[in-house]
């Protein structure tokens, strides 16, 4: 274990969160070793503002939330402790161990038949945790008391190379978590790193064993891999990747065999990292629309065709492409009802009915709407100039924008959903 004094590493204590520095220290009065570890260690020594704090421990879960008030014990899979310090809240988890150590039970370790970790709740020493840890740069473990940082998985040296590399044999480590894959891609993004050549290797391989993991896990990465700021090059190196299939198929088919569609998402990727950096509100719902439009667009077009009223197509094409993504990434309601409006408000758009403008210009959802015509003219669907046409009326009309209440009517029609019986 390679130990790295404050002389050669340089990290400022005056930036780590004092609710994280104060878990740490009541653990140790505990009688336990305590750390901080993972992102917040990489990001200072990049020096970068750590996003949020993570403190590993010796101490279970049961003895962590002894020692606090306000500790609760979260996750079946991956057992943590959530500890609230003012508005802080503090990860604090307990040293991982091997599987095949005699530590290993049923209630602690469940493997699937390809080697998926089902259950990951048996402990070990500090040494078994850093080997378990995802990335190299993730597995370094900051002691504030006498500010050293420990290293044994040369983190630093990744670090000073900028490569993203998996610790331990990558295939192994991918069938045990699949979703590593799509945090190499992340990280990668983000730090701008390399993507060392095994670590990179084994995701063609891999690659399929993200289809075996719960929907609601992968929308909750997706929202990590779009929505902190580098989604446009973390989209890229998706599809290069080829990993994007795993997230949304349809879409990912058609992006990977249309130039035009890659473009156009890539164009909503980069007005969302823009916005986040400027910190103005972004919401998933209209990343998500664009990103699905290729999956939308030639079914739209072929129910056109076919002259059925467009509304009504648009309805039930949103319901179709909502409930197949679904199955592969679980998008909750509060985001799939807002992306489907601004599907259905395009029919809208490309009517242009002089009696409608105002009213639906008005309506909450005009302008992610009309930023996602514009994306579909950019991609170059042919809309006769739609787009300038309501630039222009947003210039003649500048009060109207989205100030209309939310109406019953711009939702969505939905059947009534049937009580579940208890
Ligand atoms: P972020 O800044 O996005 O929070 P992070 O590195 O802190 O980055 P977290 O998801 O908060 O990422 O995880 C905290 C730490 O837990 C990681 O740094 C890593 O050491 C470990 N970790 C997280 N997910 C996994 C995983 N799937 N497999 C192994 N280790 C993981
Ligand atoms: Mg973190």
Redesign the pocket.
Known sequence: MRVIDKASHGIDQAAISRAALSVVHRLREGGFEAFI???????LLINGQ???F?VATNATPEQTKALFRSARIIGRR?QIVHVRQGREII?V?TY?GHHDSDEAKPSTSKQSEKGLLLR?NVYGSLEDDAK????T???MYYDPDDESVLDQQSGLEDIEARLIRI?GDPAT?YR??P??ML?VV??SA?LQFDIESETAEAIAVCGPLLSEIPAARLFDEFL?LFM?GHAKSTFLLLCNYDLLRYLTPEAAERIAKEPRYKQMVTAAMQSTDQRVRKDRPVTPAFLLAAMLWPAVQPRYEALAQAGEPQAQAMNSIGQQVTAETCLHTAIPKRFSIPMREMWEMQGKLEARKPKRIVDIMSQRRFRAAYDLLLLREQAGEQLDDCGVFWTEQQQLNPDVVGTAPPREDSKPTRRPRRRRRQ
Not at 37 to 43: E, L, T
Not at 132 to 135: H, Q, S
């Open positions: 570890v993972g992102g917040a260690v990489r990001d750590p996003k949020d993570d991956f990860e988890t991982r990951d378990r840890r995802d990335l740069v993730n597995a610790i480590r045990e978590d979703v590593r945090r992340r990280f983000r990590k902190s």
